[in-house]
């Protein structure tokens, strides 16, 4: 069963970056399809990204196209999402998930304990 540590939250202005890393084990690793979610207060967890073991595909919810990045390093065990042009609507807790197979999806099996990220405006 895979573990996942979720870390590179923080307070950011509008308009910042920041990359999440998410870190796992009790792999293997790459046998894993990788995901994001966040969840604000008050509100419903949410798909963010996702990523295929292989790192070829990647899907991304329209809230954060051409804004936020999903990748993988399968040697390091470690996926990230790259975070641009933050807007105070970003601000939640992210959380990295994991499900065994090689495809791209919005469901996953295995949960983090979340990183909060706060954007200021």
């Known amino acids: 069963q895979v573990q996942l540590v979720e870390s590179g939250g923080g307070l950011v202005q509008a308009g910042g970056s920041l990359r999440l890393p998410c870190s796992a084990s009790?792999?293997?690793?790459?046998?894993?399809?990788m995901g994001w979610f966040r969840q604000a207060p008050g509100k419903e967890r949410e798909f963010v990204a996702s990523i295929s073991w292989s790192g070829g595909s990647t899907y991304s919810a329209d809230s954060v196209k051409g804004r936020f990045t999903i990748s993988r390093d399968n040697a390091k065990n470690t996926i990230y999402l790259q975070m641009n042009s933050l807007k105070p609507e970003d601000t939640a807790v992210y959380y990295c998930?994991?499900?065994?197979?090689?495809?791209?999806?919005?469901?996953?099996?295995?949960w983090g304990q979340g990183t909060q990220v706060t954007v200021s405006s």
């Open positions: 009790g792999g293997p690793f790459s046998n894993y399809a």
């Open positions: 998930a994991a499900r065994r197979g090689n495809y791209v999806t919005t469901k996953f099996d295995y």
